[in-house]
């Protein structure tokens, strides 16, 4: 999950400091390195089907790609692979240790195509308008102002641009019981409207979370 920003980005958004701008879902309280080795746990990795995730997003070489909320870069990995030759990955996340944790992995790994980018808590900053796919996993729960964020979201895609959101059904996932942070799909429809954007698939991979993609 990535707490505002990202698989482990979302996770790390849960501490209340009220001398940081922000809000407190959006703020890591632990250290990075703590983070990472939550969300790379294998029991964790394993039930995010990341290969099938991608697979799904019908990605092509020369494809730009934006990670929203990427936290430990676990993704990174297959969306690289999926966007070669030609193609760009962008790491968004607003926690500058979990980026350089990610760079760190993306250079071990050969991942030239993979760039990470600081985002803000209602902009992903990202420093191209011609995204093809922006990807939320388990994350847009944790922003708190949603609707704005995928308002912003929106003007850095490509005219043919998607997003795609994964998130858990509500009453279930590791915040079941904290109304605030339930998403129900037809609620992100509404918001992905005033975005300019309309549901153009849904994906049936989960018994616990939604999967949808929104297009222009």
């Not at 297959?78 to 979990?98: F, K, N």
């Amino acid at each position: 999950m990535r707490t505002f920003y990202g698989n482990l980005w979302a996770l790390a958004l849960m501490c209340a400091a009220s001398s940081v701008q922000g809000d407190a879902r959006q703020l890591g309280a632990r250290p990075a390195d703590a983070w990472v080795e939550t969300l790379e746990n294998p029991s964790r990795i394993a039930g995010m089907k990341i290969d099938d995730v991608v697979n799904s997003l019908k990605l092509r070489p020369g494809n730009v790609v934006a990670d929203i909320g990427a936290g430990a870069g676990v993704f990174e990995g297959a969306l690289a692979a999926a966007v070669s030759p030609g193609g760009t990955v962008y790491a968004v996340d607003i926690e500058q240790g979990l980026l350089d944790h990610i760079a760190k992995r993306a250079a071990t790994l050969g991942l030239s195509n993979v760039r990470v980018v600081l985002g803000k808590f209602t902009d992903p900053a990202l420093p191209v308008r011609n995204v093809d796919v922006a990807l939320i996993y388990d994350v847009l729960h944790h922003i708190q102002d949603r609707e704005q964020y995928l308002k912003n979201l929106a003007g850095y895609l490509s005219p043919s641009g998607r997003v795609a959101v994964v998130d858990f059904v509500p009453g279930k996932g590791g915040h079941a019981k904290d109304a605030s942070q339930q998403l129900a799909k037809s609620t992100v429809d509404v918001w992905m409207s005033a975005a300019g954007l309309k549901p153009v698939q849904d994906v049936p991979l989960y018994e616990d979370k939604w999967f949808g993609i929104y297009g222009k």
